[in-house]
């Protein structure tokens, strides 16, 4: 069946570091990638997704770019703010379905 | 702005009981959705509804039912707590096209005693 891995947590960085967060799939087709965050006492909120190969998806500051050939979907941010500690799940999902299928997330804490 | 409301942000049960855990959104969403969460595992779906009335099974569906009567509210049933049943509990919703996105309410806490 489909699934999500990614690296396991918690990551923690200085404010201003480099963040790379990775992220691989196994879907048969042609899924669209999601990344969602999910902020200390809230829901998920959507950070940034890509539909087909070579997409890039990008959303403050942050970006992942489709790699069908690594069937790949890394979350990089270039400087991280302590504003950006929380839990990042990598997700997909299949054309013409509604379901979401989610990675087990990765915490994340930015020190000052 | 898009909203998804849960009815309670913690609950405590004890083993046995039936719970009832509601959902409700604004969006006039055709899709609505209930995942658990839980560390080390992420996300995973109970049960959708893509209209009234209507729903089908997710991934861990076992001890759990749905309820759509009306569009806006989706609700979660517990017919008999377990300890096992213990987690983060999610609600989504959806507009009717697989690529759009799904907006979630705050989540419940939920611990069966």
């Known amino acids: 069946g489909d699934s999500v891995t990614q690296m396991e947590g918690p990551v923690t960085l200085s404010e201003e570091a480099f963040l790379t967060i990775n992220c691989t799939y196994t879907?048969?087709?042609?899924?669209?990638l999601f990344w969602y965050v999910q902020y200390p006492g809230e829901g998920l909120q959507l950070l940034l997704k890509?539909?087909?190969?070579?997409d890039k998806g990008s959303n403050k500051g942050f970006e992942a770019t489709y790699r069908k050939e690594t069937t790949s979907f890394h979350l990089e941010k270039g400087s991280v703010q302590v504003s950006d500690s929380a839990v990042y799940f990598c997700a997909l999902r299949k054309f013409g379905n509604e379901k979401l299928t989610f990675g087990t997330g990765t915490r994340l804490t930015i020190i000052p | 702005d898009v909203k998804v409301t849960q009815s309670s942000r913690y609950l405590v049960k004890r083993t046995g009981e039936k719970v009832f855990l509601e959902c409700v959104q604004d969006?006039?969403?055709?899709?609505m959705f209930w995942y658990r969460q839980d560390p080390g595992l992420g996300l995973r779906l109970i049960y959708f509804s893509y209209d009234v009335k209507m729903k089908e099974k997710g991934d861990i569906p076992e001890g759990y039912s749905v309820s759509r009567e009306k569009k806006e509210r989706f609700s979660l049933i517990l017919e008999s707590a377990s300890t096992n049943q213990t987690s983060m509990y999610l609600c989504a919703s959806s507009f009717w096209d697989w690529s759009n996105e799904q907006f979630f309410g705050p989540g419940t806490r939920l611990t069966v005693l």
């Open positions: 969006m006039d969403h055709e899709n």
């Open positions: 890509a539909t087909k190969a070579d």
């Open positions: 879907a048969t087709g042609y899924p669209s």
